[in-house]
């Protein structure tokens, strides 16, 4: 932040964040920081630093069952061949998508991991 400061001092605060723009704006309104960066000391500029690399955070509630999304757990990946997705111990069983400990980030990896799974299952059949 404070490299950012020399050389973009016009930039907001909520600019220099790599974040959704309403989840910025509220950091940056909590933080009182919604002056340039040029503007704010270097003192200041590291307190907010360390207070958004240590920001708590208490979700207030869930959207239920149907929303929800499992990213860890499932048949480890040890126990499977990377080729053809196989159980090492349980030869004719495949084991592919959801129900496999792989984690995608969010943007479409899971249904990538799902399809590239089936597919390579599929073609040891
Ligand atoms: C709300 C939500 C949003 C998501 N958004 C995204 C996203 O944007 N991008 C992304 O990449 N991934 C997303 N995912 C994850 C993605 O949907 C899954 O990773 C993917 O669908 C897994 O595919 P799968 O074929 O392994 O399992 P599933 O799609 O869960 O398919 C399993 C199928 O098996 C059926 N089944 C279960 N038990 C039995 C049984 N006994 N007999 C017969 N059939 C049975 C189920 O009805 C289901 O149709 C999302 C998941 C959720 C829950």
Known sequence: MLAAKRTR???GLKALLDLPERLAQALVE???????IG???DKALTTIEQRLADWPFHPNCTEGFAK???TVGGVSTD???SRTMMAQRVPGLYVIGE???VTGWLGGYN???AWASG???AQAL
């Open 111 to 113: 249904f990538q991991w």
């Open 30 to 36: 909590r933080l009182g920081a919604t002056t340039p």
């Open 68 to 70: 929800a999304e499992v």
């Open 9 to 11: 001092p016009n930039t």
């Open 39 to 41: 503007q704010l000391a």
């Open 119 to 121: 597919w390579a299952a």
């Open 79 to 81: 126990a499977l061949s």
């Open 99 to 101: 129900a496999v400990d």
